[in-house]
């Protein structure tokens, strides 16, 4: 699991690791939510513009229908999948599959975001990311929403969020 708030380079390490992979020789394949065309409608792209080619899914069952014969799986994004996407990567690391996950651990309210909890809860390794606060330059957590708009997910950049630390996530 690699986990955080935005800006702080979830996207980048799952790209380095997965690359890292390809390196080895393994197989790897990568999985995003469908949902997610910022930066690209199938690549996975971090905001520093490095990205890797990937497979967008609609839901998560979908990752065990289409992994072939692969040795590591890439998944980004995973706050925006479905309920089933715990199960799905219970089911591929059984299957002796090395499975890389990456997404917010916490919405822009600073709560606990869809199935990240689970995941977190299920994972092996942990690395949780921090970004740096635009309000103050302490260590951010929090991925702060410049917009009125109350849905729990809005996709957005810097123009709609900004990185924000414990104190100032609470100041306009």
């Known amino acids: 699991m690699i986990c955080g708030s935005m800006f702080s380079g979830k996207t980048e390490e799952l790209i380095r690791r997965l690359k890292r992979a390809k390196i080895a020789n393994l197989n790897i394949e990568i999985y995003k939510p469908a949902m997610d065309t910022r930066y690209n409608e199938t690549d996975v792209v971090s905001h520093d513009a490095n990205s890797i080619p990937s497979i967008p899914v609609d839901h998560a069952q979908s990752i065990l229908l289409l992994a072939g014969d692969v040795d590591v799986i890439g998944i980004d994004e995973a706050q925006f999948f479905d309920a089933e996407i715990t199960m799905v990567c219970e089911t591929l690391a059984a299957r002796g599959i090395r499975v890389i996950v990456a997404g917010l651990d916490m919405d822009y309210l600073g709560k606990p975001f869809g199935e990240m909890p689970n995941l977190l809860a299920v994972a092996e390794y942990i690395t949780k990311l921090h970004a740096i606060c635009m309000k103050c330059g ?10 009125a708009n109350e849905s729990q997910v809005l996709l957005g950049e810097k123009d709609t969020y900004e990185p924000r630390c414990r104190k100032c996530m609470h100041e306009k």
């Open 138 to 147: 302490n260590i951010a957590h929090v991925s702060f929403r410049k917009s």
